[in-house]
């Protein structure tokens, strides 16, 4: 979800897939917000195809916020300010909509994986690229079902300890808590090796070794709209609950 800082490399599909990924996101929570707010049935928002769509977002959202580490100078401190905007939303959800309060969402965990990123990117400069990307991906596998219980893939897994579970401050880890509940739940592992993976994949973007097209203006206006992705996420629910409120009270 983070701008890329360096004007004169800006890599314009990035841009242009983040514009992509904002408007779904926002029809996402419109359709949200019509079921769990308003009470609509609207089943397949719930079906596995939209699963498998929305999960394949938040991979390439995270991705890309990845691959923009390479292209900005001040990762930590945009980490900072990002994971601020978290903690606004927490504080927000517990007094306006306490039965969906966000305790540690998507904005939380791109400021911890920014100042993680920034800490450790010289450290990660060491690493081939092709190396990193294959590693990471590896160890996102691994991880996925870390919330619940076990690592592994592909049939193999290991239960973890159960000591390891039902305490809180391991919940923005990725160990599941009971009592504990966040609307947007989006813990340091597995996503982090998604992040890791997009700062690889970053490196190779960034020394030009991705097709042309990815340095070309294919769509301005979806483009503009993936500079601000930011502020629309920001924006975007209390605009929504209020127009629709708007809409059902005088409907």
Not at 30 to 55: C, H, P, Q
Not at 188 to 195: K, T, V
Not at 206 to 222: C, D, T
Request: charged share 15%; net charge positive.
């Amino acid at each position: 979800m983070a701008e890329l800082d360096n004007k004169i490399n800006r890599v314009h599909l990035l841009d242009e897939i983040r514009g992509i990924l904002i408007i779904y996101i926002v029809w996402y929570h419109l359709m949200f917000d019509l079921t769990e707010v308003f009470g609509l049935n609207i089943a397949w928002v719930y079906s596995d195809t939209m699963e498998y769509v929305r999960i394949a977002a938040v991979c390439m959202f995270i991705l890309i916020s990845g691959i923009s580490c390479n292209y900005s100078k001040s990762n930590v401190n945009r980490g900072i300010k990002t994971f601020l905007w978290g903690v606004v939303i927490t504080f927000v959800t517990l007094l306006v909509m306490p039965e969906q309060i966000i305790i540690f969402g998507i904005l939380h965990f791109f400021g911890l994986a920014m100042i993680i990123g920034g800490l450790l990117f010289d450290k990660i400069k060491k690493i081939p690229a092709k190396t990193g990307i294959i590693i990471s991906f590896i160890l996102f596998l691994l991880t996925y079902n870390l919330f619940n219980g076990y690592i592994g893939m592909f049939g193999y897994e290991i239960a973890l300890p159960q000591f390891l579970t039902n305490k809180y401050f391991l919940f923005p880890i990725g160990f599941k808590c009971e009592g504990i509940f966040s609307a947007d739940y989006y813990p340091i592992f597995p996503w982090i090796f998604m992040f890791f993976l997009g700062i690889f994949t970053g490196r190779l973007i960034k020394q030009n070794k991705a097709p042309v097209f990815f340095y070309k203006s294919h769509y301005k206006p979806l483009a503009k709209i993936g500079q601000k992705t930011l502020l629309i996420y920001l924006i975007h629910q209390p605009i929504l609950v209020l127009i629709l409120y708007l809409y059902f009270s005088i409907k």
